[in-house]
């Protein structure tokens, strides 16, 4: 029963599709008009001539003759009314594809305008770049410098991570009062080192910042926001992710920045190699943002457990076994022998 009821449902629907399919095509031809009035002549001839002519010439015959003609004139009433709808919903359908044609126009517009102020705040960001100087360094050579001071800083007071029993202690949450204060101890120092070496270019930081928004806040309700961020992303290189990674951290100023980076999903770019465990977890504790580790791709379309066991069936069969490999232009670079003659590495 249920299944008739379906059925009929599904027929009862089709029909009215066709039928709504065959009413848009006959209103959209130029043909039904002479058609219609084709059919209107050819009833009018057969209902005309089927009505006798009055056989005296009074004034009541020819009334009742005139009355005879009353189904011909509903007809013509019934029809200037039909096409008076289908006038009105020609007017619709106009209007309709008017305003979609509107919209569509101000969109492309909208877009355009959005693009043109995306690519001019790109060049602007590259060209500020370029711009950055401290001395006779320039461009990303300034940042890599200045992440070099903070890495080698770090290492140096050995307040990089933390010490491996308190990792321990950290991962099994079973920290101690001391724990707690050497790790404000850590972050201390990490915030006193990472601020001062991390001097914030402002032009720099303030640019990315205003194209941060632009792409987050600014894009058109019916664009793509992911595009644009691929595209932002794909020109920044890791130095530039890094340098503004330990700007957010360290300089409690740049909220918007911090709010920009959360927004956009700018840590997704950062990978686990990038930046310290230790920052991570400062991070979240302080300004409130989780950084997730980022998942590398593989260098070969090979498992590890799948290489593990070729290494070894190769050493059981009495081979050499080799996991790593240095290019062959590396290993050709001259170098100097004991005697001080210049030799080929091999």
């Known amino acids: 029963m249920k299944k008739e009821k379906f059925s009929s449902s599904i027929r009862s629907s089709w029909i009215c599709q066709r039928a709504r399919k065959i009413f848009s095509k006959i209103i959209e031809g130029l ?5 219609a009035l084709l059919i209107v002549a050819i009833y009018w001839f057969s209902v005309a001539s089927g009505i006798p002519t009055p056989d005296t010439n009074t004034v009541e015959k020819y009334g009742v003759y005139g009355d005879s003609f009353g189904r011909i004139t509903s007809l013509f ?3 200037g009314f039909g096409g008076l709808i289908i006038t009105l919903l020609l007017q619709q359908r106009q209007i309709r594809m008017q305003e979609e044609a509107a919209k569509h126009n101000s969109q492309k517009e909208e877009k355009a305008r959005y693009e043109e102020i995306f690519f001019r705040l790109m060049d602007m960001y590259r060209q500020t ?3 950055v100087r401290v001395g006779e360094v320039t461009g990303r050579e300034v940042l890599l410098k200045a992440m070099g001071r903070v890495d080698a800083s770090l290492i140096e007071e050995r ?5 491996r029993d308190m990792q321990g202690r950290w991962d099994s949450k079973t920290l101690t009062t001391i724990d707690l204060q050497r790790i404000d ?6 915030f006193k080192i990472v601020g001062a070496e991390i001097n914030p270019q402002a032009r720099l930081v303030d640019t990315f910042e205003v194209l941060l928004g632009h792409v987050a806040r600014g894009v058109p309700d019916h664009s793509l ?12 290189t890791f130095i530039e992710c890094r340098y503004f990674f330990l700007v957010a951290l360290s300089h409690p100023a740049r909220a918007r920045l911090r709010d920009l980076l959360a927004e956009t999903g700018f840590f997704e770019r950062i990978s686990r190699s990038q930046i310290y465990k230790l920052h991570r977890d400062m991070y979240k504790e302080y ?5 997730g580790l980022r998942e590398l791709p593989s260098s070969i379309p090979m498992a590890p457990a799948r290489v593990k066991r ?4 190769h050493k059981a069969a009495g081979g050499l076994a080799k996991t790593t490999y240095m290019l062959r232009n590396v290993r050709q670079l001259p170098r100097k022998n004991e005697r001080g003659e210049s030799d080929v590495l091999q």
């Open 185 to 190: 101890y850590l972050h201390y120092r990490n």
């Open 77 to 79: 009433t019934a029809l």
């Open 225 to 236: 926001t992911d595009t644009y961020k691929e595209l932002l992303f794909s020109q920044i």
């Open 129 to 131: 770049l370029c711009d």
């Open 310 to 313: 070729a290494v070894k069936a």
């Open 31 to 35: 043909w039904w008009p002479p058609a």
């Open 159 to 163: 307040v990089n991570a933390l010490p």
């Open 287 to 291: 300004w409130g943002q989780e950084i």
